[in-house]
């Protein structure tokens, strides 16, 4: 009975290369959501995507990230060319429904990016 | 625009105090409130959902109330322990979107 798993745990880039964070969210879960932390800050809000469908995708940065949610597989969230603020712990989230059905919300261990 | 703080932002208390951490909002019109813990490193664990139909929630030595008219939650941990020393987080799920809006937190530490 696993829950939201992310994968890597912990990653390190230089600047200028390409971060490729995933998320596979509890088993029957189709929302899924991604939020960032930053030192000493609090979460978030970046994207949410249902099964081949962005949802929100309002508190994404317009250039550089991306996310995805395919039919098959995890979600992955891509940071291209990669800056130093960049730094900070990603973390995925999934539900069972939307936010019109109760919608708690289960988190993952989180991504943490380092970018030096 | 939505705004969700929590005081105090961090709390030492020998074990066996019962404490009360809050949170308040700007916007009346959430769908819920949840609270979750964060221990250092680490993801979130969700303690304790409440509707915004529902007043309170309870689980174990945690309670939660809700009220939306004045825009504040309270988190009640009774008779602490050093097991729950961590960052305790609220956040409000706005009606019309599927964002939770957080606060940034509440720092605690629970000594022996």
């Known amino acids: 009975n696993a829950g939201v798993m992310q994968n890597p745990r912990h990653l390190v880039r230089r600047r200028g290369q390409e971060a490729r964070l995933r998320c596979s969210p509890v088993k029957g879960h189709s929302h899924v959501y991604w939020y960032r932390q930053l030192p000493e800050e609090g979460l978030k809000f970046m994207v949410y995507l249902q099964k081949e469908n962005i949802i929100d995708e309002s508190g994404m940065p317009k250039e550089r990230f991306s996310a995805e949610f395919p039919k098959e597989g995890p979600s992955i969230l891509r940071i291209q060319q990669v800056v130093r603020g960049d730094s900070a712990a990603y973390f995925c989230?999934?539900?069972?429904?939307?936010?019109?059905?109760?919608?708690?919300?289960?988190f993952g261990e989180g991504s943490r990016l380092t970018v030096l | 625009k939505q705004e969700v703080t929590q005081i105090p932002a961090a709390l030492s208390v020998p074990e066996g105090e019962n404490l009360v951490l809050n949170c308040s909002f700007t916007?009346?019109?959430?769908?819920?409130l949840q609270w979750f813990r964060q221990d250092p490193g680490k993801g979130l664990t969700s303690l304790l959902l409440i509707q915004s139909s529902q007043r309170e929630q309870t689980s174990g030595r945690l309670n939660a109330s809700l009220d939306k008219s004045s825009g504040r939650s309270t988190l009640y941990i009774a008779a602490s322990q050093p097991g729950d020393s961590a960052t305790y987080l609220c956040a409000v799920r706005l009606y019309n979107t599927d964002k939770l809006i957080f606060g940034t937190g509440t720092r605690l530490q629970v000594f022996p």
């Open positions: 916007d009346s019109a959430i769908y819920n």
């Open positions: 989230a999934s539900s069972p429904n939307s936010q019109g059905a109760g919608g708690e919300l289960f």
